[in-house]
T-cell receptor, first 114, second 109 residues
C-alpha cells in the first residue's frame, strides 16, 4: 500500500512570499488532515477534511493560510504571505472515516521562512 | 480544552535498559490514545493505538498502558536498542489528535 505522499520535501522562502504544499493521501481514505509542527513541539491540527468538505479549521490562521481538497482526493495548503513564525514542518495525514484504526502520516514538508 | 504533557522532554540511557515514557492528559473523556515515533526529518509512525475501552496494547518490545481515571498513559520499552533512538509522541483523540510535545530518546551503545 502506497503511503501518504507530500511535496516538496523542503522549501526556503523569504517572508511575505507565498508557498504551496501538496498532499496525496492513501487511496480510499476519506479523511485528510494538515498539521503544523514547530521545532521542539508536537504537531498541531490546522485543518481536517472529510472527502472534500472542511470538518475543522478552527486553528487555521485564515488571514494567511488556505487549503482545499478538490474531488476529495489530493489537497493543497497555501500560505500567503508567509511570516517568520510559519517556519515549521507541515505534515499531511489521512485516515479511514472514523479514525479508529489510526492515522498514516506523510514525511512532511519542512518550510523555512527567512 | 484538552492538553497533553510528556515527561521527560529528553532521556538518554545505555543500551539494554528497560525504560518508561510518560504522557498525561487533562480531559479523561478521550476516544483513543496513540503513541507515535518520529525520526529526524521524517513523518510520524504509529506504534500503538489504545481505544478508550482498552487498558493496554503490546507490540514486540513495546507496551502501552492507559489509565483514563488518572489521565495517564505510559510507554514501556524493554531491552532498549540504539535503533530505538527517536522522538516519541503521544496523542489523544479520534479524528482530531492533540499531541504532547514529545520525549527525545537516545539509546547509547
Amino acid at each position: 500500500e502506497a503511503g501518504v505522499a507530500q511535496s516538496p520535501r523542503y522549501k526556503i522562502i523569504e517572508k511575505r512570499q507565498s508557498v504551496a504544499f501538496w498532499c496525496n493521501p492513501i487511496s480510499g481514505h476519506a479523511t485528510l488532515y494538515w498539521y503544523q509542527q514547530i521545532l521542539g513541539q508536537g504537531p498541531k491540527l490546522l485543518i481536517q477534511f472529510q472527502n472534500n468538505g472542511v470538518v475543522d479549521d478552527s486553528q487555521l490562521p485564515k488571514d494567511r493560510f488556505s487549503a482545499e481538497r478538490l474531488k476529495g482526493v489530493d489537497s493543497t495548503l497555501k500560505i500567503q504571505p508567509a511570516k517568520l513564525e510559519d517556519s515549521a514542518v507541515y505534515l499531511c495525514a489521512s485516515s479511514l472515516t472514523d479514525g479508529v484504526m489510526g492515522y498514516t502520516f506523510g514525511s512532511g514538508t519542512r518550510l523555512t521562512v527567512v | 480544552k484538552q492538553e497533553v504533557t510528556q515527561i521527560p522532554a529528553a532521556l538518554s540511557v545505555p543500551e539494554g535498559e528497560n525504560l518508561v515514557l510518560n504522557c498525561s492528559f487533562t480531559d479523561s473523556a478521550i476516544y483513543n490514545l496513540q503513541w507515535f515515533r518520529q525520526d529526524p526529518g521524517k513523518g510520524l509512525t504509529s506504534l500503538l493505538l489504545i481505544q478508550s475501552s482498552q487498558r493496554e496494547q503490546t507490540s514486540g518490545r513495546l507496551n502501552a498502558s492507559l489509565d483514563k481515571s488518572s489521565g495517564r498513559s505510559t510507554l514501556y520499552i524493554a531491552a532498549s536498542q540504539p535503533g530505538d533512538s527517536a522522538t516519541y509522541l503521544c496523542a489523544v483523540g479520534a479524528q482530531k489528535l492533540v499531541f504532547g510535545q514529545g520525549t527525545r530518546l537516545t539509546i547509547n551503545p
